[in-house]
């Protein structure tokens, strides 16, 4: 198993730009995260899902978007880059909204 | 509110010099306290799950101990390979409308062991 699989791992945005992390798990897990990761600041929850087709908003949804069509992928869209999403992000999956399993991260700096 | 604080912020062991890290939470509920290892460049890798208070988990070198305000995680005889930060985080209860709260991190404690 390759657990939970994030691409790419690094990126440059220019403000304004919008891109796609990809996300996906083969461990056949209902519960999906994507967090990003601060200095001085722990981690943050952007967006979960519970299942296929079922999304919900963390504690800092502003500027991303989601979307669940299969159990594997848990995409993530930043829309309209801003110098304040240069972070670290995880994906992360679950069996029971317990102990989760993260993936390797990608780092985005937006200049 | 609910609120997770680790210390030390960062610690420095000699090889084999055993020591225990701390984790302070407030919670309206304890569903879970979760320890994990994140090294450098790398995602969070989960370690233990604590449920309720006097459980103990171990693995290896590590043991995690639970009260009802805070958790230990102690290091025995630490060899250089667990260097890494740990993360603390919680869970609380199903709020009234059913559903999950989602996890609290604290910010980690950074160990460093010297051979």
């Known amino acids: 198993n390759a657990g939970v699989t994030q691409t790419p791992k690094f990126r440059i945005l220019k403000i304004g730009q919008s891109m796609t992390l990809q996300c996906t798990q083969d461990m056949n897990h209902n519960y999906m995260y994507w967090y990003r990761q601060d200095p001085g600041m722990g981690l943050k929850l952007i967006y979960y899902?519970?299942?296929?087709?079922?999304?919900d908003k963390g504690e800092v949804p502003n500027g991303y978007n989601v979307s669940r069509s299969t159990t594997e992928d848990f995409p993530l869209r930043l829309e309209l880059a801003a110098p304040s999403q240069t972070s670290v992000y995880f994906c992360a999956s679950s069996p029971r909204d317990t102990e989760a399993f993260f993936g390797q991260g990608t780092r985005l700096t937006v200049v | 509110e609910d609120q997770v604080t680790q210390s030390p912020e960062a610690l420095r062991l000699q090889e084999g010099e055993s020591s225990s890290l701390n984790c302070s939470y407030t919670v309206s509920g304890l569903r879970g306290l979760f320890w994990y290892r994140q090294d450098p460049g790398k995602g969070p890798e989960f370690l233990f799950t604590l449920y309720s208070a006097g459980e103990e988990k171990e693995k290896e070198r590590l043991k995690a101990t639970l009260t009802k305000k805070e958790s230990f995680l102690h290091i025995t005889a630490p060899k250089p390979e667990d260097s890494a930060t740990y993360l603390c985080?919680?869970?609380?209860?199903?709020?009234?409308?059913?559903?999950?709260?989602?996890?609290?991190w604290g910010l980690g404690t950074s160990l460093a062991v010297n051979p």
């Open positions: 985080a919680v869970q609380s209860r199903r709020d009234n409308a059913g559903n999950n709260r989602k996890l609290i």
């Open positions: 899902s519970v299942g296929a087709g079922i999304t």
